[in-house]
């Protein structure tokens, strides 16, 4: 099962500050809007999310369709096939993809220690 690019989307209490440890770190800006409160960052082949009052928890996210590079991909697994796979395995889902949809579509499991992992596809 190809799951697509990988990142970590940290749940940040002030994003400047975030922004500033992680770019002492080597990270940089490559996506996100500062007046909406999220980043993008990369370091090398690391990517890393940083979201202010987006959501609870940090997550661990996926986007099929993308390379590392958040390049699209000719040929992926889509969301809605992943989805049926994890079904058929009996993982629970806990927010599902409209599967008579094409396109963008997103769906999240927990694992079995309370972590939330988004498969976020934008293409």
């Known amino acids: 099962m190809e799951l697509g690019a990988f990142s970590v989307s940290l749940n940040v209490s002030d994003l400047k500050t975030s922004q500033s440890f992680y770019e002492n770190l080597g990270f ?8 909406q409160m999220w980043l993008i960052m990369r370091n090398h082949s690391t990517t890393i999310g940083l979201f202010q009052g987006m959501f609870e928890r940090n997550i661990l996210t996926f986007n099929p369709g993308w390379n590392a590079n958040n390049e699209s991909l000719d040929a992926f697994t889509d969301v809605r096939d992943i989805q049926r796979q994890l ?17 963008p579509a997103s769906l999240v499991i927990v ?6 992992i988004l498969l976020d596809q934008h293409v």
């Open 87 to 103: 079904r058929t395995k009996g993982v629970a889902l806990e927010t599902e993809a409209d599967e008579s949809s094409t396109g």
């Open 111 to 116: 694992d079995p220690d309370g972590n939330p």
């Open 28 to 35: 940089n800006i490559v996506g996100g809007d500062a007046d």
